[in-house]
T-cell receptor, first 111, second 119 residues
């Protein structure tokens, strides 16, 4: 079983749609959680951290369920510019550094 | 914000040659840098943790004699792919935590990556 699993997609949605990505992780001792965005042939960039209470940043909402070891990302009112691969990332090392990446979920937003 | 610079962005080489990739922290000091590799349609895989002034820590399955890491200063880590073969063709990315007073001090910051193609 992979340490971090995501549905690879691709998700093809029209502009304005709401789309949700799911992620599960295997290590119950995982400390912190993130969603990164990666554009084609580029480096990953942090989209948002994920907190136990859930958090929102504009059109993006992240949720964490530690009991189920499940993380989600909701994108509302999708824009063309949201097209990218979204990476679920888990840090199992409280000292920082050892991030485990999911394979990513590809999103394509169409006009 | 904190910047990690990686060079070269693209490199094409013949099988059997060695390729060096540089990773620099431009406006902060990094005692630790991380090297990842990403094959097409796959996740980033941590290869090794580069430690300034000491030996790198390699992840299981990564050949330390093939992927030489040198972290000689607080702002520079290098990855050398020795005797490269076509199966080493991949996207190599370095990263570091800026730390200090940066607002994103605990956010892993990536270099732009180096795309290696071995013919």
């Amino acid at each position: 079983r992979k340490e971090v699993e995501q549905d690879p997609g691709p998700f093809n949605v029209p502009e304005g749609a709401t789309v949700a990505f799911n992620c599960t992780y295997s290590n119950s001792a995982s400390q912190s959680f993130f969603w990164y965005r990666q554009d084609c042939r580029k480096e990953p960039k942090l989209l948002m951290s994920v907190y136990s209470s859930g958090n929102e940043d504009g059109r993006f909402t992240a949720q964490l369920n530690r009991a189920s070891q499940y993380i989600s990302l909701l994108i509302r009112d999708s824009k063309l510019s949201d097209s990218a691969t979204y990476l679920c990332v888990v840090n199992t090392d409280n000292q920082g550094g050892k991030l485990i990446f999911g394979q990513g979920t590809e999103l394509s937003v169409k006009p | 914000g904190a910047v990690v610079s990686q060079h070269p962005s693209w490199v094409i080489c013949k099988s059997g040659t060695s390729v060096k990739i540089e990773c620099r922290s431009l406006d902060f000091q990094a005692t630790t840098m991380f090297w990842y590799r990403q094959f097409p349609k796959q996740s980033l895989m941590l290869m090794a943790t580069s430690n300034e002034g000491s030996k790198a820590t390699y992840e299981q399955g990564v050949e330390k004699d093939k992927f030489l890491i040198n972290h000689a200063s607080l702002t520079l880590s290098t990855l050398t792919v020795t005797s490269a073969h076509p199966e080493d063709s991949s996207f190599y990315i370095c990263s570091a935590f800026p730390g200090g007073s940066y607002s994103g001090a605990n956010v892993l910051t990536f270099g732009a990556g180096s795309r290696l193609t071995v013919l």
